[in-house]
Every structure is written in structure tokens, then in C-alpha cells.
């Protein structure tokens, strides 16, 4: 039994393939039209929270058929192939070394402590030359968590209108500066996570070329939501975004390194709160968006092109992870369907979006 | 966003014309209450005041402005209340208008508190202060009390000197006062007064010595202690020595009108002398409170003050 996908557009950012095809793929037979859509190799998340079966649907509607986050329930026929990150540090508390060695041994694919920036530089640096010989990426989100400290919107004049304690972006530069220095003093691989603010990627263009192995990621939200968005969603619980989300100028800052390479992916951070922590006011919420579903489409608005969105979702964090992945599953893609994000009241109801997963397929060998 | 003109959440969304209306509803009312005492516009309506943080001033002017329209004051404590066992916010609002509030008055540390009830709630809400965002009560009432004393405020220049970071008395003033004519000039270390609060459209200077000449009023806000030997400023000497005003400089401006949010540290940010002098006008502005806020209570709840 097979579909036959008829002149779809075969998009492979892994082997620069590009080319119209017919790809026959699993399913009951008959042929699809496939002109306007793009078949790639399915998306790979660098950062997904998986809460519930809600969150496996929200990746495969999204295109992603491996995620990287939860600790690992074994490969299954349905939902993704969920990768596993070892703790950095224990509970994340940023204090002592956990067990990496032994959560690599067992599966783990990376190490990190999620969102949390390390206070200590000198345990910093201890974490990763621990980790330098798991052979492994570490993921550190860069930040001066002391200049960060306490701060709920970028600094500047959003902060200042909106009332807001500000986190200064010179943080993230700084965070970026202190990373790059000490994966070249230990030899550890390291990626960068989260990254929001122009400083940032003026520091990360600055040191990646002569940091062996540095990669860095953004996320859907960053790349285009906005401070305004806080107060038009009466400072509630659910518009809180950590880091914070910076203005116009460091958006195109993101959107620019996405394009000439300096950030090589994008991953959704995608996390189910719930309701009750983030229907409250905005200094005390946590936060955490659903925005797998519309990660391929919020990126292909940002960039405005689809083979930027493509290759970032694809090779790119392929490339950071650096081992093989499910690679059975393929993503067709309807780039130009516009939609609007609904799904109660999140950081992103109301957002319209560019491009549409329309499922995960499996071509025939 | 909270577009109902019936809550008060801050000044940032009000129109100059909006601002004007409430000042001139808060002159009538005074005029009226020093002519015939208390009234019962607000009979058998019932206000709650949730104070989260601790107040005196703002409290008990809220009170007062409430017995003088004939309404119920329900009282909050937040150190009894159901929030010290974990109820959310809005619970606890919900729980109130369930109980009988026809609006609530509230004053919470978050940012925002204010404005998330008011899309929240079917009953107005007044913001009474939320973090260091907005105090709009207080911003109305120094208002009225420079415009009594001014005459007008189109074309007077207003400074206001000290923590202006940390001060929503501060930014709910820089909020209203461009709107009614005014320019506001800024002073105080760059530690307490950055130069990105121009984006609130006012000019930011130095120390009290770069604004004095130019001002036609000059409001002067509480240092905390604490935050005295910090990161933020080194000593109280110096800060009094460019940022206080002391009697020498008064003396420079005789028609200078004195302002203060209070609670003042006399002898810090203003001396004893200036305290008390004829130019401060600090005790009106706590009396011209109370009829702002009467004048508030009465939009909130659709009367119109005759």
C-alpha cells in the first residue's frame, strides 16, 4: 500500500537535495497533489517539556518527530522519539556536578540545566571540563544571572513604560563571553540556548568562529513576540516569557544570524503550564508556552523564507546534537497556509502564523 | 487591556481630557463638602480595599472618601486573609464582589495586579498603587494640588527629584502631567534615575541644582533606608548635599511650590524648615486626596458629581 505524492517539492537541507519529485509514501494508496507543498525530513526540537499524551500530538502536528527534554521514554510507534538531557548540575541548582557521566551512560544525548544560568563561573567551568570527556553537547542558556536577576521584561524603554524590572541584554553578552572562554578553556562542546538580544549575537558572532564546536539556538517566541504584548494581555500570568523578549532591533538582530548561520536552529521550548500558575498576576507565574504546532509557522513568518525555516529545523539541530536521529519520518509542509493560533489563553492566542505542518510521513524505501 | 472607563488603573491610558474631568469633578466635590459636609451619593454601595502591602496615608484616605459619599467600606486585612493560605488574587477578588463589593480599591506589589483584575472582574477596580509601576490616585491628587497652586498647568515645568525608578508616585506623574500642559524635568543618580525614563517623554537631568531654576514646582520623594549603602547610593550626606532641599536653596526660589508623596525624612531629601514651610504644600495634598478619591469612586460606580 502507497501514497503517491505527486510534484511535491523535496526539500533536504541535510543533503541539499531540492528538487520537484513523486515520493511514494506509507498509507492508503492513491495520489495527493503535491504542488505548493515541500516534503523535508522531519523537524528536531532542542527543547521540548512533555507534560502528557497533549504534548506528543502537539509535536507531531508541529513536524517534529524527535525532541530532545524529557527524560526518555522508550522509542514507540506513535509520538516522537522522545532524547534525553542529563542534569548539568544537581536539581539544576547550579551548586554541585550531578551524575552526568552515568545519565550519559543510560541514554542521555546532551547535558544542561534547562533555562537556569549558572552563578558560579568556577563551577561553571568544573561542569564542563567534567563533561568534555562524555562527548556530549552542554547547553548553557548565556546570562549574568546576577545582572539578571529579578528582571520580567528587556530594559530599556518597554521596561520603563511598562513599569517592569528590566534585564539588561549586556547579561546575555556577557553570558556568551563567559561560555565561549571557558568551552575553549575546558574542550567542551557547547550550545547556546535561548539567545534574545542583539548584544548577545554581537558577542556570539565575535567568538564562534574561535570557539571550536559552539552552537546556539533561538526560539519561536523571541523571534517574534513582543514587550507591548504584556500589557495588552493585562500583565496575566501567561504573557510572562523568560528570557525576556526583546524589541524590534533585536529581533532582526535574531532573524539576520539565522540567515547567515550564526544561530544554526531553532527550538520551540515548548512547555504545557498549567493553568492555575499562569492565571495569576504576570510576577508570579511560571513560564511556559505551547508553541510546537506553531513553531515551523511562527519561524517562516520571522525569516520570511522557507528554506531558512527549513534548514534550521532540520539540519541545524542535527547538526548540534551531532548522533543520528529517527530518520523514518518526513514532514509535509504547506508553507503559504495562514492560521491563527487559538488554544486558550497562551503567550501566542490570537498570533497568526505563516505555514503549516500538514503531517509526518513516511516515504518508502 | 482594561478599556472600561469606569476602572482606574493607571494614568498611562487616560486621556489630558479624562485627567482634567476628575480634577474638576474633585474640585466640586471639595467645594461641596466644605459647603454642606458629607453626602449620600454612594448610599448602599459597598467599596472593598484590598490592601496586599501595608499603607496608612493612602488607606485611610480611601476610607474617608468613602464615608463622605455615604458608602460601605469592607475592609481587607492581608495578613488574615485567605491569601496567607495560598488563594490566588483573583480568588480572593472573586470572593469579595461575591460578597458584596461594588468596586474594589487595591494595592498589590506586583506589577500589574491592578490591571489583571480589571479584565478579570465584573466590578470596577482602582489601582492604588501596584509595585513601582503606577499610583494613579496619588498622581491625580498632586495634580489638583499643583493646579490649585499654579493656577494652571499648561506651560509650568514640574521637576520631581530622587528614586524615580523605584517611585510609582513618579510615573504615574510623568504619565499625567505632560497631558495637562506641563513638562517635567527629572533629577537624581543614575542609579535611581536612568536615562531611559525619557521614554516616558520627560527630560532627565542631573541633581536637584540642574532643575531648581527652571521649575515652578518641585516634588522631592522618600529615599528609603534602605536603600542607603547599597549598590544604589553611598551615603545619606551626600545624598542630601546634591539631591535634598535644604532652606539655601529655597531661598534661591521664593515662588517655588514644595511637594512630597510623604512619608517624609526630614532631613534627608527635605529639610525641617522646608518641611513646614509656607511654600510646602504637603498637607494639601493629603486633603486634596481624599476628594480625587471621592471623585474616583464616583466614575467607578457611574455617578455623576453635581
Not at chain 1, 539567545?195 to 549575537?201: D, E, V, Y
Not at chain 2, 502591602?53 to 480611601?62: A, V
Amino acid at each position: 500500500m502507497s501514497r503517491i505524492l505527486r510534484d511535491v517539492r523535496v526539500l533536504d537541507a541535510l543533503s541539499g537535495r531540492d528538487e520537484r519529485a513523486d515520493v511514494a509514501v506509507l498509507g492508503p494508496s492513491g495520489d495527493v497533489d503535491g504542488r505548493g507543498l515541500v516534503l523535508c525530513p522531519a523537524f528536531v526540537d532542542l527543547a521540548a517539556h512533555r507534560e502528557s499524551a497533549a504534548d506528543d500530538a502537539a509535536a507531531t502536528s508541529g513536524g517534529f518527530a524527535t525532541c530532545l527534554g524529557t527524560p526518555g521514554l522508550a522509542a514507540r510507534e506513535e509520538g516522537p522519539q522522545r532524547l534525553r538531557m542529563a542534569e548539568l548540575t544537581v536539581r539544576s541548582a547550579g551548586d554541585e556536578l550531578a551524575d552526568m557521566g552515568s545519565a550519559v551512560a543510560d541514554g542521555a544525548v546532551a547535558i544542561g540545566d534547562g533555562g537556569k544560568a549558572l552563578g558560579s563561573s568556577r563551577t561553571l567551568l568544573a561542569a564542563l571540563r567534567y563533561a568534555a570527556d562524555l562527548d556530549v553537547p552542554v547547553f548553557l542558556r548565556p546570562s549574568d544571572p546576577d545582572l539578571e536577576h529579578g528582571g520580567l521584561t528587556r530594559a530599556g524603554s518597554h521596561a520603563v513604560l511598562l513599569g517592569l524590572p528590566g534585564v539588561q541584554p549586556e547579561a546575555e553578552a556577557m553570558g556568551v563571553y563567559r561560555a565561549s572562554l571557558l568551552a575553549k578553556a575546558s574542550g567542551c562542546r557547547v550550545h547556546l540556548t535561548q539567545l534574545w538580544s542583539a548584544q548577545g549575537i554581537a558577542a556570539l558572532r565575535e567568538v564562534k568562529a574561535s570557539t571550536p564546536g559552539l552552537t546556539a539556538s533561538t526560539t519561536p517566541l523571541h523571534l517574534t513576540q513582543r514587550p507591548e504584548r504584556i500589557e495588552e494581555l493585562a500583565y496575566a500570568g501567561w504573557a510572562r516569557i523568560h528570557p525576556p523578549v526583546g524589541d524590534d532591533e533585536d529581533r532582526r538582530a535574531l532573524i539576520e544570524a539565522l540567515v547567515d548561520g550564526t544561530l544554526d536552529a531553532v527550538a520551540s521550548h515548548h512547555r504545557s503550564v498549567p493553568r492555575h500558575q499562569q492565571d495569576c498576576e504576570l510576577g508570579i507565574a511560571v513560564p511556559g508556552t505551547r508553541t510546537q504546532a506553531a513553531t515551523f509557522g511562527l519561524v517562516h513568518r520571522a525569516t520570511g523564507s522557507l528554506e531558512v525555516s527549513v534548514r534550521v529545523l532540520t539540519a541545524g539541530p542535527r547538526s548540534v546534537l551531532g548522533r543520528a536521529v529517527d530518520e523514518r519520518w518526513w514532514a509535509l509542509v504547506d508553507p503559504e497556509a495562514t492560521w491563527t493560533v487559538g488554544d486558550g489563553p497562551t503567550a501566542l492566542a490570537g498570533e497568526s502564523v505563516r505555514g503549516r505542518v500538514v503531517e509526518l510521513v513516511q516515504p518508502q524505501r | 487591556m482594561a478599556r472600561d472607563s469606569r476602572h482606574l488603573v493607571g494614568l498611562s491610558t487616560l486621556s489630558g481630557e479624562a485627567i482634567a474631568s476628575i480634577l474638576d469633578d474633585a474640585s466640586r466635590l471639595r467645594d461641596r463638602v466644605r459647603e454642606n459636609g458629607p453626602s449620600t451619593d454612594l448610599a448602599g454601595r459597598v467599596v472593598a480595599l484590598m490592601f496586599m502591602e501595608p499603607s496608612t496615608r493612602t488607606r485611610s484616605s480611601f476610607t474617608t472618601a468613602a464615608f463622605k459619599l455615604g458608602a460601605q467600606v469592607l475592609p481587607f486585612d492581608a495578613a488574615s486573609s485567605s491569601t496567607t493560605k495560598g488563594e490566588s488574587l483573583l480568588d480572593t477578588a472573586r470572593t469579595v464582589v461575591a460578597a458584596g463589593a461594588d468596586a474594589i480599591v487595591i494595592r498589590h506589589k506586583q506589577v500589574g495586579g491592578a490591571h489583571f483584575l480589571a479584565s478579570r472582574l465584573s466590578v470596577p477596580v482602582i489601582n492604588a498603587g501596584d509595585g513601582i509601576h503606577e499610583h494613579p490616585t496619588q498622581g491625580l491628587l498632586d495634580a489638583l494640588t499643583l493646579r490649585d497652586a499654579l493656577g494652571t498647568l499648561e506651560g509650568k515645568t514640574v521637576a520631581i527629584v530622587g528614586d524615580i525608578r523605584h517611585s510609582r508616585v513618579a510615573r504615574s506623574n510623568c504619565f499625567a502631567l505632560p497631558k495637562l500642559g506641563a513638562r517635567v524635568l527629572l533629577a537624581g543618580p543614575g542609579t535611581l534615575c536612568p536615562p531611559e525614563l525619557a521614554a516616558l517623554g520627560v527630560e532627565v537631568r542631573r541633581n536637584i541644582d540642574d532643575v531648581l531654576d527652571e521649575a515652578d514646582a518641585i516634588m522631592l520623594l522618600r529615599i528609603q533606608r534602605e536603600r542607603i549603602g547599597g549598590a544604589l547610593l553611598p551615603s545619606i550626606d551626600e545624598y542630601r548635599r546634591f539631591y535634598g532641599l535644604d532652606v539655601e536653596r529655597l531661598q534661591r526660589r521664593p515662588e517655588l511650590v514644595v511637594l512630597h508623596p510623604a512619608p517624609m525624612n526630614r532631613g534627608v531629601e527635605v529639610a525641617h524648615e522646608v518641611a513646614d514651610s509656607h511654600q510646602s504644600h504637603v498637607f494639601r495634598q493629603m486633603e486634596n486626596g481624599v476628594y480625587v478619591r471621592m471623585a474616583v469612586y464616583m466614575r467607578a460606580l457611574e455617578q455623576e458629581v453635581v
